[in-house]
């Protein structure tokens, strides 16, 4: 997967609790991306990043944050989790011309 | 409206015939454009991007893209069971970001 990794590949979590999932590259890409797919949705846009602590909103952001001190390293928190966040996250990079994805191998969240 | 729309799916195509997937989007501005296929239970990954007016032959696949038209395909030729996905249409906006379409599956029957 192009030198990315998710942690974790699943999650069971509860409601209220705070999730934060993590993406690593070894590919040392300036841009990195957090996206969410659904049933019917397709990819949306959570947050990215196109630098270290250079980050910005998608169209899906309410509810989560980012942060970005190292280039290979991306989290994503949850900080009070909802059964509306119950999907599958995908991390992706930008290649060396940042227009083309190469994506993780995705978590799996359920929050009950 | 979304910003990229793709036809409405499932598609089914017999083994050996032409895979048609198509795309529109709305941004006037943008400059590239992507097709990825997912395999059920698994990452996207890309099989095909185009930047100019025409079309991109890839073996099987051909990418076309008419910018007065804000629209962009993505061709199969001899359509195989592998092939056998969903193909998301993707669009990158100077932003740095993608937009993605919601997908359309393709079942390609032996």
């Known amino acids: 997967d192009a030198g990315i990794t998710q942690s974790p590949r699943h999650k069971v979590t509860e409601t209220g609790t705070p999730v934060t999932l993590r993406c690593h590259q070894t590919?040392?890409?300036?841009?990195m991306y957090w996206y969410r797919q659904d049933p019917g949705h397709g990819l949306r846009l959570i947050h990215y990043s196109y630098g270290v602590k250079d980050t910005d909103k998608g169209e899906v952001s309410d509810g989560y944050s980012v942060s970005r001190s190292k280039t290979e390293d991306f989290l994503l928190t949850l900080e009070s989790a909802t059964s509306s966040q119950t999907s599958v996250y995908f991390c992706?990079?930008?290649?060396?011309?940042?227009?083309?994805?190469?994506f993780g191998s995705g978590t799996q969240l359920s929050v009950l | 409206q979304k910003e990229v729309e793709q036809n409405s799916g499932p598609l089914s195509v017999p083994e050996g015939a032409i895979a048609s997937l198509n795309c529109t989007y709305s941004d006037r501005g943008s400059q590239s454009f992507f097709w990825y296929r997912q395999y059920s239970g698994k990452s996207p990954e890309l099989i095909m991007f185009i930047y100019s007016n025409g079309d991109k032959e890839d073996g099987r696949f051909t990418a076309q893209l008419n910018k007065a038209s804000q629209y962009v395909s993505l061709l199969i030729r001899d359509s195989q069971p592998s092939d056998s996905a969903t193909y998301l249409c993707a669009v990158y906006t100077n932003a740095g970001k993608s937009t993605f379409g919601d997908g359309t599956t393709l079942t390609v029957k032996p």
């Open positions: 590919e040392n890409h300036r841009y």
């Open positions: 992706a990079i930008g290649g060396p011309d940042q227009e083309k994805l190469f």
